[in-house]
């Protein structure tokens, strides 16, 4: 199985659904399904059967927070030396050249992703154009609208 890069903020975020799934979740579908039980015929019990499906739900997603936690290889941004350029877990400043709009992005797992936040996929595409790049270069993104250049300002590792 491949590792899958994860920040630390990341892996505690995870680790913490992990937990909340296992202490909170998992008993309360359990006692739906049991509160479901005593209404009697199972057949035609549409309770019973959303009280399973959600157990179904939580069961997968523990099994799939499971694996990605035993094949994370968890990054510190704050203790990265990448001597100044875009790597996994830096926070980066752009420009964009045709509008002059500023942006800043940190390049995270793609568990973690949330464009609201700031936070962007180390698969999406414009992460990949950075990466390596340093501030003063120009990278250039395939977007639906055509070609877009981002001047990079700024990389920090925070």
Same mark, same amino acid.
């Given at each position: 199985?491949?590792?899958?890069?994860?920040?630390?903020?990341?892996?505690?975020?995870?680790?913490?659904?992990?937990?909340?799934?296992?202490?909170? @979740?998992?008993?309360?579908?359990?006692?739906?399904?049991?509160?479901?039980?005593a209404?009697?015929?199972? /057949?035609?019990?549409?309770?019973?059967?959303a009280?399973?499906?959600?157990?179904?739900?939580? @069961?997968?997603?523990?099994?799939?927070?499971?694996?990605?936690? !035993?094949?994370?290889?968890? $990054?510190?941004? !704050?203790?990265?030396?990448?001597?100044?350029?875009?790597?996994?877990?830096?926070?980066?400043?752009?420009? @964009?050249?045709? /509008?002059?709009?500023?942006?800043?992005?940190? $390049?995270?797992?793609?568990?973690?992703?949330?464009?609201?936040?700031?936070?962007?996929?180390i /698969? /999406?595409?414009? !992460?990949?154009?950075?990466?390596?790049?340093?501030?003063?270069?120009?990278?250039?993104?395939?977007?639906?609208?055509g070609?877009?250049?981002?001047?990079?300002?700024?990389?920090?590792?925070?």
């Amino acid at each position: 199985m491949a590792t899958i890069p994860l920040t630390k903020r990341g892996a505690e975020k995870l680790k913490e659904e992990l937990h909340r799934l296992k202490t909170v @979740e998992r008993h309360a579908v359990i006692q739906a399904i049991s509160e479901a039980r005593a209404q009697g015929d199972l /057949s035609e019990n549409a309770e019973y059967e959303a009280a399973k499906d959600k157990q179904g739900f939580i @069961e997968g997603r523990i099994l799939e927070l499971e694996g990605k936690l !035993a094949a994370a290889q968890v $990054i510190d941004p !704050a203790a990265l030396d990448a001597g100044g350029r875009v790597v996994f877990g830096a926070t980066v400043d752009l420009e @964009e050249e045709a /509008s002059g709009a500023e942006v800043t992005y940190q $390049i995270v797992g793609d568990d973690e992703a949330d464009l609201k936040l700031g936070l962007i996929s180390i /698969s /999406s595409p414009i !992460a990949r154009a950075m990466i390596g790049k340093e501030a003063g270069d120009v990278a250039e993104v395939m977007a639906p609208g055509g070609v877009k250049r981002y001047e990079i300002v700024d990389v920090r590792y925070l």
